[in-house]
T-cell receptor, first 118, second 115 residues
Framework: DGGITQSPKYLFRKEGQNVTLSCEQN?????MYWYRQDPGQGLRLIYY???????QKGDIAEGYSVSREKKESFPLTVTSAQKNPTAFYLC?????????????????FGPGTRLTVL | AQKVTQAQTEISVVEKEDVTLDCVYE???????LFWYKQPPSGELVFLIR??????QNEISGRYSWNFQKSTSSFNFTITASQVVDSAVYFC????????????FGSGTRLQVQP
């Protein structure tokens, strides 16, 4: 089955520690995205990558870092510089520019990782 | 800058009632895409519909229907004969036709359908 997997589902971190959230997709999509969701709010874009070995900051990139060494993987590191990291993190992918025009901008989401800082 | 507004924070209806979720958007792009997603308690986002800015035809899919009106920058979502399983948070989102193509989300509307 094609899809997006995120691990772990729940993650606890002590203050001052870095932590990495995993996102893997087997949809052969070029573009991948990380969003953050806070209670009662919509999703906000952290980072995105339209192609392997390239990524760009989104609207709330401070305190986060990413890498895109493989097409199927887009891990997100939450660093100690992130002041309020407790949130629900969602990864998404889309076919990107190479996809069929009708599907190019449709984003498929993973199940999410709920991060809590203790 | 793009913006999506979902003014209804929470709506509560009784099963079998019809309910409309409002979505108003702002963008300077002439080419853009509008989406609705459903987020059940599990947290995963479920895609419901995608509409491009050149297609103002309304769409119906079973009990779901969408009304896109460029003149009022609105993309409203109606559930007919609501069911308890429709209880979820619903998000409206907008993506630009060029550039990063990431989604700009509204703050969501929590729909509770009472039996």
């Amino acid at each position: 089955d094609g899809g997006i997997t995120q691990s772990p589902k729940y993650l606890f971190r002590k203050e001052g520690q870095n932590v990495t959230l995993s996102c893997e997709q087997n949809l052969n999509h070029d573009a991948m995205y990380w969003y953050r969701q806070d209670p009662g709010q919509g999703l906000r874009l952290i980072y995105y990558s339209q192609i392997v070995n390239d990524f760009q900051k989104g609207d709330i990139a401070e305190g986060y870092s990413v890498s895109r060494e493989k097409k199927e993987s887009f891990p997100l590191t939450v660093t100690s510089a992130q002041k309020n990291p407790t949130a629900f993190y969602l990864c998404a992918s889309s076919p990107g520019l190479a996809g069929r025009a009708s599907l190019r901008d449709e984003q498929f989401f993973g199940p999410g990782t709920r991060l809590t800082v203790l | 800058a793009q913006k999506v507004t979902q003014a209804q924070t929470e709506i509560s209806v009784v099963e079998k009632e019809d309910v409309t979720l409002d979505c108003v958007y702002e963008t300077r792009d002439t080419t853009y895409y509008l989406f609705w997603y459903k987020q059940p308690p599990s947290g995963e986002l479920v895609f419901l519909i995608r509409r491009n800015s050149f297609d103002e035809q309304n769409e119906i899919s079973g009990r779901y229907s969408w009304n896109f009106q460029k003149s009022t920058s609105s993309f409203n979502f109606t559930i007919t004969a609501s069911q308890v399983v429709d209880s979820a948070v619903y998000f409206c989102a907008l993506s630009e036709g060029t550039g990063r193509r990431a989604l700009t989300f509204g703050s969501g509307t929590r729909l509770q359908v009472q039996p």
